[in-house]
């Protein structure tokens, strides 16, 4: 069945610098939607964008997604501390399931 | 207004007994979803309600995962006889319609001894 797969596994950047994270899937997709999870709690839902968009941003955050890839990038410019966290793509068929990844580990250093 | 909240927190239980948790959706939402997340794992999606269709329960991995939902509010997930792989973090999340933005809740993080 459909599953993302984000990239990298883990990511270790200092504050200040940009962070980004890649996902990738298989089938054609309705939406994509990113998500952070603060230690192994609850998702926040960070951007939606959909199959006929190319680019969101909201704040420091910046999603593209390329459906002729399969692909869709979020980008955390000039990140905190705040940031560490693990980040999940969920995937949305067209149904109402939403499939994830195992996430990638990003860790801000101060 | 208020986000989907999930009761307890934490449980820990025996092997072998049963639990039931519990998940409060954002007023409003007719989907209603259920995750089990296992210690540094993606989400397995495990059962979905939409309004007062049949749940979709393709996700239980077992005849002792069991879910209800009344009508369009409060759903819960009972385990029986539970294992020890049933460790994990069990999470909810509702939307507004099925092909909208999923709000989780802060899950539910069961320990079974």
């Keep these: 069945s459909q599953q993302g797969e984000e990239d990298p596994q883990a990511l270790s950047i200092q504050e200040g610098e940009n962070a980004t994270m890649n996902c990738s899937y298989k089938t054609s997709i309705n939406n994509l939607q990113w998500y952070r999870q603060n230690s192994g709690r609850g998702l926040v839902h960070l951007i939606l964008i959909r199959s006929n968009e190319r680019e969101k941003h909201s704040g420091r955050l910046r999603v593209t997604l390329d459906t002729s890839k399969k692909s869709s990038s979020l980008l955390i410019t000039a990140s905190r501390a705040a940031d560490t966290a693990s980040y999940f793509c969920g995937l949305r068929g067209s149904n109402y399931k939403l499939t994830f990844g195992k996430g990638t580990l990003l860790t801000v250093n101060p | ?113």
């Design chain 2, 1 to 113: 207004g208020a986000g989907v909240s999930q009761s307890p927190s934490n449980k820990v239980t025996e092997k072998g007994k049963d639990v039931e948790l519990r998940c409060d959706p954002i007023s409003g939402h007719t989907a209603l979803y259920w995750y089990r997340q296992r210690l540094g794992q993606g989400l397995e999606f495990l059962i979905y309600f939409q309004g007062n269709s049949a749940p979709d329960k393709s996700g239980l991995p077992s005849d002792r995962f069991s879910a209800e939902r009344t009508g369009e509010s409060v759903s819960t997930l009972t385990i029986q006889r539970t294992q020890q792989e049933d460790s994990a973090v069990y999470l909810c999340a509702s939307s507004l319609g099925y092909q909208e933005t999923q709000y989780f809740g802060p899950g539910t993080r069961l320990l079974v001894l």
